[in-house]
């Protein structure tokens, strides 16, 4: 990392000095430096610089504790509980698509129906251009001859 013609220098190593711990009401939990200090390690890398500073041991985790066991009876009613209100909302989006499903069909039959009343209004009051081959008959005006038989 340092160039090679810069010059080496002398390395000091210091001894820290142990900070007094302060009496402290614990609200949570505060670090605190422990009574004594282990000494100041040095150790000399291979580029030639030397980096200093205490060893750390690793602490082990906690062991992991088990799980208590869960009862089946618990696990049943909780899956029970789970089916039912499953089955609850599927009944009740079957009810609201019965009732869409039959004013669907019931607003076709009205369509139907008066699709079909308009066709036969236009039937009966259409001109009698439209329809060539037929004849209207006015009863009032009509006038009825009977067949007398005269021999």
Request: overall charge positive.
């Amino acid at each position: 990392m340092y160039p090679e013609h810069a010059p080496q220098r002398a390395v000091q190593v210091h001894q820290p000095t142990p900070i007094q711990p302060t009496v402290h009401l614990p609200l949570h939990a505060v670090p605190v430096q422990p009574a004594a200090l282990p000494d100041v390690a040095s150790v000399v890398l291979p580029d030639g610089r030397v980096v200093t500073g205490y060893a750390i041991e690793h602490t082990a985790p906690a062991p992991v504790t088990a799980k208590p066991a869960v009862s089946r009876k618990a696990v049943n009613v909780a899956l029970g509980g789970i089916g039912f209100a499953a089955v609850c909302g599927g009944l009740a989006l079957a009810a609201t698509f019965i009732a869409a499903l039959t004013a669907l069909v019931q607003q076709f039959i009205v369509l139907a129906a008066v699709i079909f009343g308009g066709w036969i209004a236009v039937q009966v009051f259409s001109t009698s251009s439209s329809s060539k081959g037929a004849t209207t008959v006015n009863i009032r005006k009509a006038v009825f001859k009977r067949s007398h038989f005269r021999g």
